[in-house]
């Protein structure tokens, strides 16, 4: 079996034919103003890493409406942070929990988390490869 394949026994430990462990993106978008919780939260479990970009977009909420200057309208997308971390898949439900519990608000719009594997990744300055890449 090729390196790097995971077979369907391994899927749920989420180790390769290789005995290594596979790697996850976790992408959570999040209120902006829940971005400093999130990355405290996150620091705490040892992930030092993530990418943060500034994103529009809408779920069930579906935007709303603002009055400015006596004038209303309609604000179609709101304001979101879109988080990209890469770990091993064994951290992986620890950094959701950590991410959900310093997300959350009770609130409509708090966001969503995404989790996809990651095939390959490469550090460029030193070439390290997969999870010592990370």
């Known amino acids: 079996m090729p390196v790097g394949i995971l077979r369907a026994e391994d899927q749920i430990t989420g180790a390769f034919s290789d ?29 030092h890493g993530m990418t943060v970009s500034e994103v529009k977009g809408y779920g069930r909420q579906k935007g709303h409406t ?24 064994d951290r992986v439900d620890k950094v959701v929990e950590a991410i959900i519990s310093a997300a959350k608000t009770g609130q409509i719009g708090d966001g969503k988390i995404f989790v996809t594997t990651i ?16």
């Open 66 to 89: 603002e009055i400015y200057r006596g004038a209303e309208y309609a604000v179609n997308f709101l304001p979101k942070m879109r988080l990209e971390i890469a770990v091993s898949s």
């Open 19 to 47: 005995g290594s462990l596979s790697m996850k993106l976790v992408i959570a978008i999040i209120k902006p103003f829940k971005l400093e919780d999130v990355r405290d939260a996150l620091t705490s479990l040892g992930i």
């Open 119 to 134: 095939d390959h990744a490469v550090r460029i300055r030193t070439g390290e490869t997969d999870d010592n890449a990370l």
